[in-house]
């Protein structure tokens, strides 16, 4: 394909519209000021997204780890990776403990009450408790799994998140609990805790997060100009400062496939493939 015969459409979800839209109409005004004209819509689930993916109405999508990792596995060599923020590179879940509790390692965690994410949770449960089993601990029969009441979101979605768990290890009804690295200190800055009171016992190897997914029909050379485009955006740039602020990142990096293995073997190994996204 030498030529797109209509806008680029991208698709994201719009869990915070507000944000959603600002960030959105901030990186449409973007590629249309630099000739890659761009139209975006939002949909109100991952799994109406990546359909739409997959039915080849939507040409790239904003995807969370599982959403993009679906996609790779559904469509092998067809969906692809473009790029991501610079803060989904390299990240890492913890366990973390408070440091009374005297847990230091996973032995010290072994008949103790662990928090968990809910069980389709990419980083929360999936990745986490794939790795413990490679490393001799399985959570079913090594700790207490702690079971904490989930946040239902707009779109209709309950998750325990990551707040809900570090506020149990904080106030004691769990020993332990599984965090997503990037986001301990803000945990940490809202509880009324200091980085003595908080040790980490273990961490994942390091993982890629959130990227745009190319869908299958999406030609080599539209999917190369749109990467250029995008890691070529100016941080300095009022509007794009604000929107990268928003979206949590200081640049946009080029990526591939890589670094979702580990989550792509993680959800054929819970027999997942296709039945969330």
């Given at each position: 394909?030498?030529?797109?015969?209509?806008?680029?459409?991208?698709?994201?979800?719009?869990?915070?519209?507000?944000?959603?839209?600002?960030?959105?109409?901030?990186?449409?005004?973007?590629?249309?000021?630099?000739?890659?004209?761009?139209?975006?819509?939002?949909?109100?689930?991952?799994?109406?997204?990546?359909?739409?993916?997959?039915?080849?109405?939507?040409?790239?999508?904003?995807?969370?780890?599982?959403?993009?990792?679906?996609?790779?596995?559904?469509?092998?060599?067809?969906?692809?990776?473009?790029?991501?923020?610079?803060?989904?590179?390299?990240?890492?879940?913890?366990?973390?403990?408070?440091?009374?509790?005297?847990?230091?390692?996973?032995?010290?965690?072994?008949?103790?009450?662990?928090?968990?994410?809910?069980?389709?949770?990419?980083?929360?449960?999936?990745?986490?408790?794939?790795?413990?089993?490679?490393?001799?601990?399985?959570?079913?029969?090594?700790c207490e799994l702690v079971e904490l009441e989930p946040t239902e979101y707009p779109n209709l979605q309950s998750?325990?998140?990551?707040?809900?768990?570090?506020?149990?290890?904080?106030?004691?009804?769990?020993?332990?609990?599984?965090?997503?690295?990037?986001?301990?200190?803000?945990?940490?800055?809202?509880?009324?805790?200091?980085?003595?009171?908080?040790?980490?016992?273990?961490?994942?190897?390091?993982?890629?997060?959130?990227?745009?997914?190319?869908?299958?029909?999406?030609?080599?050379?539209?999917?190369?100009?749109?990467?250029?485009?995008?890691?070529?955006?100016?941080?300095?740039?009022?509007?794009?400062?604000?929107?990268?602020?928003?979206?949590?990142?200081?640049?946009?990096?080029?990526?591939?496939?890589?670094?979702?293995?580990?989550?792509?073997?993680?959800?054929?190994?819970?027999?997942?493939?296709?039945?969330?996204?």
């Amino acid at each position: 394909m030498t030529e797109n015969p209509r806008p680029l459409l991208i698709g994201a979800t719009a869990a915070d519209p507000k944000r959603a839209i600002f960030i959105w109409n901030a990186i449409r005004k973007y590629f249309n000021e630099v000739g890659l004209e761009m139209e975006y819509a939002l949909y109100s689930t991952y799994d109406a997204l990546c359909s739409a993916v997959l039915e080849g109405h939507v040409d790239i999508a904003w995807n969370a780890p599982m959403a993009h990792a679906q996609l790779l596995l559904q469509s092998p060599d067809a969906c692809r990776t473009l790029a991501m923020r610079d803060t989904d590179e390299d990240v890492h879940t913890l366990i973390v403990a408070r440091a009374d509790a005297g847990i230091t390692d996973l032995d010290d965690l072994r008949g103790r009450r662990l928090a968990l994410g809910v069980d389709v949770s990419s980083e929360l449960f999936l990745l986490p408790v794939a790795q413990l089993a490679e490393a001799g601990f399985d959570v079913e029969s090594d700790c207490e799994l702690v079971e904490l009441e989930p946040t239902e979101y707009p779109n209709l979605q309950s998750w325990v998140d990551d707040w809900a768990i570090f506020g149990a290890v904080v106030d004691g009804r769990a020993d332990a609990g599984v965090i997503f690295e990037p986001w301990l200190p803000s945990l940490m800055r809202r509880h009324p805790v200091t980085e003595h009171d908080i040790v980490e016992v273990w961490r994942t190897r390091p993982y890629s997060h959130c990227a745009f997914t190319a869908g299958p029909d999406l030609g080599d050379d539209i999917s190369a100009r749109f990467v250029e485009l995008l890691v070529a955006m100016d941080p300095d740039e009022p509007e794009i400062a604000e929107m990268m602020r928003m979206e949590h990142l200081t640049k946009w990096v080029r990526a591939t496939d890589d670094g979702w293995g580990d989550l792509m073997g993680a959800v054929e190994k819970a027999e997942l493939v296709g039945k969330i996204f």
